[in-house]
């Protein structure tokens, strides 16, 4: 693998806590010249529902880099922030997640606790929808969501505090699950239960497991999308599911993976590309038998945690690697094999030609960022970024790193020597030298 050392430059002030939020959301305007982002008053604990972030866009152009705030929302975490994104279609009209209560939303008609706020940067003008938002279609007609409050007993990385969820006691309730939010009226529909995707093709040691869903996220054209199920097996590992279904409906749903599936981006309309295996070697025991193999896959996690988390266990011995999953009924196919061997926050730069992934700490405690080339799958890794080992489980600070639309330039998130900054790393280096 090809080494080389890419300019970064830090865009954000000293003052402040600063980060983007999620690998998937678009946080350049699409001039390129604005750059979304969040401002935290604390650093190494999980935010209640008192902490306020303070939502807003750096000016590129200006070389002082000023930071114009556009509003404070207590509905976030450090893994996706407050899902702030441009909206599609859309440059002067950005979308985030607030809690009724939270500073300006006294003159907005909050339908829940927490609502999708679109902003117009121009007129200054919000409308909330009528539940927060996960992801935007691309046209920006349309949204899909999940119950935040489920995902935070379940997966606390992602979820919001401090929301009731009233289907707690239900391992797979009827009345939750993925939801369409029409961003022209605000109004939210559910479109697909959890009861109906834990019972399509479901496993033995499911049944009466508290099952979720997460990590939504629409095709190129916006007619389907895809989602992850998942549930705790008794041996206390996560066994997760790979969907895809109609994006205005919830139907014609396909299950096109299971085991293990993390992260993941569109390749076309029915590809996705993601990091996942198939795991055999962790097969769960028949349900309610707890013999030898139970106990010692019980205890496989604190061992992987005890050990630093080697990727080689998972990319050698385990057998994960990122895969080419179609939702046709094709069999999956292994990509990168030996050339990527962790798992990362991947995406596609706009014309496909270009995978941009990071990794997990090596035992130096580094995050590393990779370019790869698709055509040819020769990869470049373009730095590696210390971050605190005192940052783990729910406050990590992950790179999330995002490709510009003309893959000349990423945006990661990074947190040397305890302070939390956005920074940008000019990659044309390599993207224009690769294509000439």
């Known amino acids: ?87 599609p279609g859309a440059d002067d009209t950005v979308v985030y997640n607030a809690r009724l209560g939270d500073p300006g939303l006294d003159d907005l008609s909050v339908w829940q606790i927490g609502a999708g706020i679109v ?31 489920r995902l935070a007993c379940n997966r606390p990385d992602y979820g919001h505090f401090g929301v009731e969820d009233p289907t707690t006691e239900d391992a797979a309730p009827d009345d939750d699950g993925v939801y369409r939010i029409d961003m022209a009226t605000g109004e939210a529909r559910l479109i697909l239960s959890i009861e109906d995707v834990a019972e399509h093709k479901p496993a033995d040691f ?21 989602f992850l199920h998942r549930f705790w097996r008794e041996d206390g590992n996560m ?68 050990l630093g988390k080697p990727r080689w266990l998972m990319s050698r011995v385990v057998g994960d690697s990122y895969m080419l999953l179609r939702d046709d009924g094709s069999a999956p196919e292994r990509f990168a094999r030996g050339v990527l061997t962790t798992d990362g926050h991947c995406t596609l730069s706009r014309d496909r030609a270009w995978m941009l992934t990071d990794g997990y700490t090596d035992r130096l405690g580094r995050l590393p960022l990779y370019l790869l080339e698709m055509a040819t799958c020769r990869a470049t890794r373009i730095g590696r970024f210390p971050t605190p080992r005192r940052l783990d489980g729910p406050i ?20 040397a020597g305890m302070q939390r ?10 993207t224009r030298s690769r294509r000439g």
């Open 239 to 306: 066994h997760t599911r790979l969907f895809t279904a109609c994006a205005h409906d919830g139907s014609d749903l396909r299950l096109v993976f299971e085991g293990m599936i993390s992260h993941f981006d569109w390749l076309d309309d029915h590809t996705l590309l993601a990091w996942a295996g198939e795991r055999r070697l962790l097969a769960p025991s028949a349900p309610g038998r707890r013999g030898i193999k139970h106990h010692a896959l019980r205890s496989l996690k604190p061992i992987y945690h005890a």
């Open 119 to 149: 902003h117009n940067l121009n007129t200054g003008e919000r409308r909330a929808l009528q539940r927060p938002i996960y992801t935007l279609s691309p046209k920006g007609d349309a949204a899909l969501t999940l119950s935040f409050a």
């Open 206 to 226: 499911g049944v009466g497991r508290t099952h979720w869903v997460n990590h939504l996220m629409y095709n190129p054209s916006g007619k389907r999308f895809c």
């Open 1 to 87: 693998m090809r080494r080389i050392s890419c300019p970064v430059e830090c865009v954000t002030p000293g003052d402040g806590q600063w980060f983007v939020g999620y690998y998937d959301k678009r946080p350049w305007s699409a001039d390129g010249h604005r750059l979304l982002v969040h401002r935290a008053p604390i650093i190494d604990r999980v935010p209640g529902e008192r902490d306020l972030v303070e939502v807003g866009s750096i000016d590129l152009r200006d070389p002082a880099r000023p930071f114009t705030m556009l509003a404070k929302s207590s509905l976030w975490n450090w893994q996706q922030g407050t899902m702030l994104s441009w909206l």
């Open 396 to 415: 990590r600070c992950d790179l999330h790193p995002r490709l510009r639309d003309d893959a000349a330039c990423v945006c990661i998130d990074t947190a």
């Open 421 to 430: 900054r956005v920074c940008l790393v000019d990659v044309s280096g390599v």
